[in-house]
């Protein structure tokens, strides 16, 4: 079965150890969408151990804290679906109120024409975000 989380890292890698990487997306309208990816190939939380789910939830806190401060966003959505990819990995992304979804999830159809959010050098003000993050 081909993966696409583990063909490739699928967008910029901001942190990677041996067990999860830390990517942002190039989701248009979505600046500052991240995925933290488990690289085993693994469905669900509760088919990793104990130290390795803990290892994983630490990094999905503090992606969404790094998000949090370099986007300045209205709410933050984690999501692990994988529905279409069945492999594990969790969303960070950050919304606002004047995004083309919101309050809708932004699988859902877009309700406005989004407001851009991009920053310049976002994928170095993100690293440095995590590398801050206790």
């Known amino acids: 079965m081909y993966c696409e989380l583990c063909s490739s890292p ?3 890698i901001l942190f990677e150890d041996d067990r999860l990487r ?3 997306v190039d989701e248009p309208g979505y600046p500052g969408f991240c995925r ?3 690289k085993a190939h693994v469905k669900e ?3 990793l151990a104990a130290a390795d789910r803990q290892h994983l939830f630490d990094w999905l806190l503090r992606t969404e804290v790094a998000v949090r401060q370099v986007m300045k966003p209205d709410k933050i959505n984690l999501a692990s679906l994988g529905n279409m990819v069945p492999h594990l990995h969790w969303h ?3 919304r606002f109120q004047n995004d083309a979804h919101f309050p809708s ?3 859902a159809g877009a309700r406005r024409s989004g407001a851009d959010h991009g920053q310049p050098d976002l994928a170095h003000k993100l690293i440095a975000a995590l590398n801050a993050v206790p």
């Open 10 to 12: 699928a967008g910029n």
């Open 22 to 24: 830390v990517v942002l």
């Open 36 to 38: 933290v990816i488990w």
């Open 45 to 47: 939380m509760s088919d």
């Open 92 to 94: 960070v992304i950050p």
């Open 105 to 107: 999830p932004i699988w």
